[in-house]
């Protein structure tokens, strides 16, 4: 009698143990699918944030162009040739930069940004 006693409370635990250790892996294996996916949410989300960063720099680059593009045209724009030479890039710089900030825009109203700084430029 009481060796049924201790082999049905030993089966009992080894029973529960079973059960505890399929619900942990199966909590385990949820928690894991759920942090990976959140990791590679986060990994899109870093590569729009570079994107973002990267766009922005080209545009400042393009607009110190234009800057000096400017200066050319005050510095040598006496002559009609040399003129129209740096007009010509001053407003393709003004295009490309215009059309840079409206993708910059775009970008960072997708990200939930203010663009209220890009709106003054």
Do not use: C, H, P
């Given at each position: ?55 922005s720099?080209?545009?400042?680059v ?5 800057v ?19 007009f ?34």
């Amino acid at each position: 009698m009481k060796n049924n006693s201790i082999k049905s409370n030993l089966l009992l635990l080894v029973g529960f143990m079973l059960v505890f250790i399929i619900g942990m892996g199966t909590f385990t294996f949820i928690s894991l699918n759920r942090t990976t996916s959140r990791g590679q949410e986060d990994v899109v989300t870093v590569n729009k944030y570079i994107d973002l960063v990267d766009n922005s720099r080209n545009i400042q680059v393009t607009f110190k162009k234009q800057v000096q593009a400017w200066k050319d045209l005050l510095l040598r724009g006496s002559d009609q040739t040399q003129y129209n030479k740096y007009f010509d890039q001053f407003t393709g710089y003004n295009k490309e930069v215009l059309i840079g900030l409206t993708g910059l825009k775009t970008s960072m109203n997708s990200l939930g940004m203010d663009v209220a700084s890009v709106d003054k430029v």
